[in-house]
């Protein structure tokens, strides 16, 4: 009776309305005091023990780095970047939209930043060339979930946290699968464009070659992430300090498009922002110990291993209910939640916790592009006057997540797409 009023009243008090960490936390405190003798200042320590990691930093320090590089004149160079490799494809700018949100997921670890830094360029310019709004909005829209998958990551840091995992492999792991998403996703921009936009860009060496030395600032910061955390230079931690210098060293004194003014905007979004997934994080903190009291990630971890001995349908079904959160939670809220029950499945089937730390990742990211949730659908319904939600709720919409979804499938059966890059850094 514990754990099922645990999650009743979690999923109640959810859809009717309110934050999901005062849901989170609504939900550990009512079944604590009906159902055990347990003092309820447990739940403001474990809210504050939540807190209380330095692995955490990492969040508010990617989203003020990210937001530096955004005002910093970042997404415009990226925009060039992209044209100039695959500008001159059929339907290349959708080409652009991926290939630029790929660049910028890289650099901002959020999905929302990438479809407002992308989109804001890339719709506008769609529209001109005569690709159609919806399709132009629902393309943006849909590119910017690269932005979790790519790494800095803000729930790769979320799940690392919560299951021990290393963050430099679950960043380095993201890399090929978020490759392999641009290169599928990218096909229905081409077949698209090849029916309804003639080509009008070309491809120039001498266009590739400006633009990458004007936007090299922008891509050494990945690098200089990976590179720092896989050097022993630094910690995630502090790499993510290290980027917030490097982007104001960019955005002041090489790109010069950055101001106080922006940066006093930047560090109030990111304060709000981090605030947000933070009360998240420390609500779920509360709400984990009492799973834990009520032994639910035992039973529930038992209860899915009982459904099938084999692998592969073990897989397939982590899957389906993963897909089905992401359409109604949030993605860091859903780490947090469901982690705890899956690491002890992945130890019984021998399931390396980075493997499955990207396939949860790529999958609960698909819900920013789902709806009723579909964060990422309102952000783009924004970038042009009029456009509603319903608009972007269209074919081009479960094309690109039919294609996803290929790249999901491919992510869980093949784990060295996810394990190569790591096992490289590693030996």
Same mark, same amino acid.
């Given at each position: 009776?514990?754990?099922?009023?645990?999650?009743?009243?979690?999923?109640?008090?959810?859809?009717?309305?309110?934050?999901?960490?005062?849901?989170?936390?609504?939900?550990?405190?009512?079944?604590?005091?009906?159902?055990?003798?347990?003092?309820?200042?447990?739940?403001?320590?474990?809210?504050?023990?939540?807190?209380?990691?330095?692995?955490?930093?990492?969040?508010?320090?990617?989203?003020?780095?990210?937001?530096?590089?955004?005002?910093?004149?970042?997404?415009?160079?990226?925009?060039?970047?992209?044209?100039?490799?695959?500008?001159?494809?059929?339907?290349?700018?959708?080409?652009?939209?991926?290939?630029?949100?790929?660049?910028?997921?890289?650099?901002?670890?959020? *999905?929302?930043?990438?479809?407002?830094?992308?989109?804001?360029?890339?719709?506008?310019?769609?529209?001109?060339?005569?690709?159609?709004?919806?399709?132009?909005?629902?393309?943006?829209?849909?590119?910017?979930?690269?932005?979790?998958?790519?790494?800095?990551?803000?729930?790769?840091?979320?799940?690392?946290?919560?299951?021990?995992?290393?963050?430099?492999?679950?960043?380095?792991?993201?890399?090929?699968?978020?490759?392999?998403?641009?290169?599928?996703?990218?096909?229905?921009?081409?077949?698209?464009?090849?029916?309804?936009?003639?080509?009008?860009?070309?491809?120039?060496?001498?266009?590739?070659?400006?633009?990458?030395?004007?936007?090299?600032?922008?891509?050494?910061?990945?690098?200089?992430?990976?590179?720092?955390?896989?050097?022993?230079?630094?910690?995630?931690?502090?790499?993510?300090?290290? *980027?917030?210098?490097?982007?104001?060293?960019?955005?002041?004194?090489?790109?010069?498009?950055?101001?106080?003014?922006?940066?006093?905007?930047?560090?109030?979004?990111?304060?709000?922002?981090?605030?947000?997934?933070?009360?998240?994080?420390?609500?779920?903190?509360?709400?984990?110990?009492?799973?834990?009291?009520?032994?639910?990630?035992?039973?529930?971890?038992?209860?899915?291993?009982?459904?099938?001995?084999?692998?592969?349908?073990?897989?397939?079904?982590?899957?389906?209910?993963?897909?089905?959160?992401?359409?109604?939670?949030?993605?860091?809220?859903?780490?947090?939640?469901?982690?705890?029950?899956?690491?002890?499945?992945?130890?019984?089937?021998?399931?390396?916790?980075?493997?499955?730390?990207?396939?949860?990742?790529?999958?609960?990211?698909?819900?920013?592009?789902?709806?009723?949730?579909?964060?990422?659908?309102?952000?783009?319904?924004?970038?042009?006057?009029?456009?509603?939600?319903?608009?972007?709720?269209?074919?081009?919409?479960?094309?690109?997540?039919?294609?996803?979804?290929?790249?999901?499938?491919?992510?869980?059966?093949?784990?060295?797409?996810?394990?190569?890059?790591?096992?490289?850094?590693?030996?």
């Amino acid at each position: 009776m514990m754990g099922l009023s645990l999650f009743l009243i979690f999923f109640v008090v959810a859809f009717l309305g309110l934050p999901i960490a005062l849901a989170l936390v609504a939900a550990a405190t009512i079944p604590l005091a009906l159902f055990t003798n347990t003092s309820l200042m447990v739940i403001p320590q474990r809210i504050f023990v939540s807190m209380d990691s330095f692995s955490l930093m990492a969040l508010p320090f990617f989203m003020i780095a990210g937001g530096l590089m955004v005002e910093g004149g970042v997404s415009r160079r990226l925009v060039n970047m992209a044209n100039s490799l695959v500008g001159h494809l059929p339907g290349g700018l959708a080409v652009v939209a991926f290939v630029a949100s790929a660049f910028m997921g890289a650099i901002s670890g959020s *999905a929302t930043a990438t479809v407002i830094a992308i989109g804001s360029i890339v719709v506008p310019a769609m529209i001109e060339a005569g690709y159609d709004k919806k399709f132009s909005v629902t393309t943006c829209a849909t590119a910017g979930f690269l932005g979790t998958i790519i790494p800095p990551s803000i729930p790769m840091v979320t799940y690392s946290v919560t299951t021990g995992a290393s963050t430099g492999d679950v960043f380095t792991g993201g890399i090929l699968p978020g490759i392999l998403l641009v290169i599928l996703m990218s096909i229905w921009g081409v077949i698209y464009g090849k029916k309804h936009v003639p080509i009008t860009h070309k491809f120039s060496l001498r266009a590739v070659g400006k633009s990458f030395l004007e936007g090299i600032w922008s891509l050494l910061m990945p690098i200089i992430i990976l590179g720092g955390i896989y050097g022993g230079i630094f910690t995630p931690t502090e790499a993510a300090a290290v *980027a917030c210098l490097y982007g104001l060293i960019v955005g002041f004194f090489l790109y010069r498009e950055l101001n106080w003014k922006k940066v006093y905007k930047i560090m109030k979004d990111s304060a709000v922002s981090s605030a947000m997934v933070m009360f998240i994080v420390a609500a779920a903190g509360a709400f984990g110990f009492v799973m834990t009291q009520a032994n639910i990630p035992t039973k529930m971890s038992q209860f899915i291993i009982g459904l099938s001995d084999n692998k592969i349908v073990l897989l397939l079904l982590i899957n389906l209910l993963l897909l089905f959160m992401g359409t109604f939670m949030e993605t860091n809220a859903a780490i947090l939640i469901v982690s705890p029950i899956f690491v002890p499945i992945c130890q019984a089937f021998d399931i390396d916790l980075v493997h499955f730390g990207v396939m949860m990742v790529v999958n609960l990211s698909m819900g920013m592009v789902t709806p009723p949730l579909g964060v990422n659908l309102f952000v783009g319904a924004r970038l042009v006057e009029g456009m509603t939600v319903k608009d972007i709720i269209n074919r081009h919409l479960f094309i690109y997540l039919g294609l996803a979804l290929i790249g999901l499938l491919l992510v869980t059966f093949i784990p060295e797409i996810v394990l190569f890059l790591p096992s490289l850094a590693g030996g």
